[in-house]
Structure formats: C-alpha cells, structure tokens
C-alpha cells in the first residue's frame, strides 16, 4: 500500500441497506477525515479523527458514522442509506490536524443510493 | 457558515496564463490551500498561504491578501495537462477545511 486507498471504488446501493466504506493509510498519519463531494456545493467534511481512538463530527454528519480503532483504519458506515446520499465520497489524512497541514487524499468512493 | 467564492468555468488556450480568483469570508481564518483536481481522480495539493503576498512554484503561483479575504491562483504557459478543476480551501481551524466548489479550467489547443 502506498498512501491513502479506499474500498469499493463505487457502489450501488439499495435506500435502507447499511453500507461501510473502507479508508486505510500507511503514512502513519495522525489525522483522518471524511468528505463528500457533490455538483456545485464542494467538499464538505463528515467526520474526523484527529488521533487513533478519537473522533469528532464535521459540517454534514448525519446519518454516517466512524470509528478510529487504530491509526491506519478509518471506515464510514452508513446505517441505512437514503438516496440524498449519493455521492462521491473522500477519506484524507495529514500528519496531524493542524491549520497548516496539507490533507491526503485518497482516491474516492462513488456511491449512488436508489 | 463560511462563505468562499470562486468561478465555475474558465476557459484559455495552451501557452497563455490563467489567474483562478477566490474570495472568502469565514468565521477565522489560519491559511489558504490550493488543490488540484482532473476529473474522476483525488485533489492534490499546489500551494499553501498564510502571509500576505505572492508564493511561486514553477509554473504555478499563488497570492494572499488577508485584508480583502482574497486569493489567486495563477497558472502560467498553461499546458493541456492543467485542464482539472482547482479548489480553493480555507482552514478556519484545527482539521476545519471549508473548500469552494471549485473552478473548472479547460486548456484548448
């Protein structure tokens, strides 16, 4: 592994079925976060991690979930999926969740919930 | 909420220069970040800035002014590869990353 890499690469999903995106890093990162991006609006943070065990809620958490066992894991689960969720779907990581540090991105997971 | 601005679209022709403008109002402000993003792929880092002024990398360059919550990013002696979509970033904060919608820049020949 070299980097960042993310699992499935897309992914069709029935609405109410739970799903779990993978993200693992091997850069020994400290911090980790999840994005979706959408036509027009941007990136938008979900979720973070600034440290294996610890998690926080970013501008658009609802309906997703995380969990930091570890400092190379960091898997967003939806628990049961809507359509509105579909999207694109970034996880990032950087040596630590300071102001300055440039974020690593991995190379995204398309969903699309019907 | 924070507010950042930038174009949709821009178009140039290869070999010319293109400056990506964005403005900015958000709730604290800790630097400006530039990625760049081809389509169907990850973001990728160009430049970071925090001071006021001009950052150069290459073909790339980057201007802050903090007073005018504004930015640039210039890409000169553009070349077909530079057709991607490049967001403007503003972090307001430990792990607080508010991007702009991006500008995507089409290089003709």
């Known amino acids: 592994i070299a980097g960042i890499t993310q699992a499935p690469t897309s992914q069709i999903l029935a609405a109410g079925r739970r799903m779990t995106l993978r993200c693992t890093q091997d850069m020994r990162h400290n911090a980790m976060y999840w994005y979706r991006q959408d036509l027009g609006l941007g990136l938008r943070l979900i979720h973070y991690?600034?440290?294996?065990?610890?998690?926080g809620k970013g501008e658009v958490p609802d309906g997703y979930s995380v969990s930091r066992a570890n400092t190379d894991d960091f898997p967003l689960t939806l628990a049961s999926a809507v359509p509105s969720q579909t999207s694109v779907y970034f996880c990032?990581?950087?040596?630590?969740?300071?102001?300055?540090?440039?974020?690593?991105f991995g190379p995204g997971t398309r969903l699309t919930v019907l | 909420g924070q507010n950042i601005d930038q174009p949709t679209e821009m178009t140039a022709t290869e070999g010319a220069i293109v400056q990506i403008n964005c403005t900015y109002q958000t709730s604290g402000f800790n630097g400006l970040f530039w990625y760049q993003q081809h389509a169907g792929e990850a973001p990728t880092f160009l430049s970071y800035n925090v001071l006021d002024g001009l950052e150069e990398k290459g073909r790339f360059s980057s201007f802050l002014s903090r007073s005018k919550g504004y930015s640039y990013l210039l890409l000169k002696e553009l070349q077909m590869k530079d057709s991607a979509s490049y967001l403007c970033a503003v972090s307001t904060g430990d792990y607080k990353l508010s991007f702009g919608a991006g500008t995507t820049v089409t290089v003709r020949a």
């Open positions: 991690s600034n440290t294996a065990g610890t998690t």
């Open positions: 990032a990581s950087s040596p630590t969740s300071g102001s300055a540090n440039e974020q690593f």
